[in-house]
Nanobody, 124 residues
Framework: QVQLVESGGGLVQAGGSLRLSCTAS????????MNWYRQAPGKQRELVAT???????NYADSVRGRFTISRDNTKNRVYLQMNSLKPEATAVYYC??????????????????WGQGTQVTVSS
């Protein structure tokens, strides 16, 4: 099995910054895309940022230029640096990863995993 654990959420004033981290562990052969999603109260979960195994990144229009996604593949970790935060960024942020799992040292299929979420609250 694979587990994703997020950290770094909290309360920050508008204009401030936070950095989220997500570490994957378990029976990992390789990690393909790693993504950050968020879900605000009463709203659908939305994709915030994507990082592919090839190094490409993509962002939602609402965060482009203020948020940065990065990865440390040696640690199976992905980060989300969030700057110039706005109150509308208040949400639970979830880490998501497309993982090729291993069994007996061999590739054993691709699966989608989610973290438990971390709360980000931006006060006005």
């Amino acid at each position: 099995q694979v587990q994703l654990v997020e950290s770094g959420g909290g309360l920050v004033q508008a204009g401030g910054s936070l950095r989220l981290s997500c570490t994957a562990s378990g029976t990992i052969f390789s990690i393909n895309a790693m993504n950050w999603y968020r879900q605000a109260p009463g709203k659908q979960r939305e994709l915030v940022a994507t990082s592919t195994s090839g190094g490409s990144t993509n962002y939602a229009d609402s965060v482009r230029g203020r948020f940065t996604i990065s990865r440390d593949n040696t640690k199976n970790r992905v980060y989300l640096q969030m700057n110039s935060l706005k109150p509308e960024a208040t949400a639970v942020y979830y880490c998501n990863a497309d993982v090729t799992v291993t069994r007996f040292g061999l590739s054993f299929g691709k699966y989608d995993y989610w973290g438990q979420g971390t709360q980000v609250t931006v006060s006005s």
